[in-house]
């Protein structure tokens, strides 16, 4: 059963940090592009950052750049996004995706996603 399941998700004040993973079960996605979505209560979901299988191209919403950053390590099939200045309205339940064609991840219809961890930054 091929699983993806993020963590590190929190409550945090408004100018914090936190990191969230996401590991892959199941089957290797070392060749995968992996992504990051988020969606707000009331909203749709939208993107958050991506990186390609390797991790040397990388895209971010421009809410995020500067502040947020993607990084994989295949070796555990995980992926990470790491969350700094963090703002009120960073606040969401964020959801982890994979797929093999970058574009597809890129327009919110991978293959793969998992459960979501709520991200809440008080302010």
């Known amino acids: 059963q091929v699983q993806l399941v993020e963590s590190g998700g929190g409550l945090v004040q408004a100018g914090g940090s936190l990191r969230l993973s996401c590991a892959a079960s199941?089957?290797?996605?070392?060749?995968?592009?992996r992504g990051w979505f988020r969606q707000a209560p009331g909203k749709e979901r939208e993107f958050v950052a991506l990186c390609n299988w390797n991790g040397a191209i990388t895209d971010y919403a421009n809410s995020v750049k500067g502040r947020f950053t993607i990084s994989r390590d295949n070796a555990k099939n995980t992926v990470y996004l790491q969350m700094n200045s963090l703002k009120s309205e960073d606040t969401a339940v964020y959801y982890c995706?994979?797929?093999?064609?970058?574009?597809?991840?890129?327009?919110?219809?991978?293959?793969?996603w998992g459960q979501g961890t709520q991200v809440t930054v008080s302010s």
């Open positions: 199941g089957r290797s996605f070392s060749t995968y592009a």
């Open positions: 995706a994979a797929d093999l064609d970058v574009r597809r991840l890129r327009t919110g219809v991978p293959g793969y």
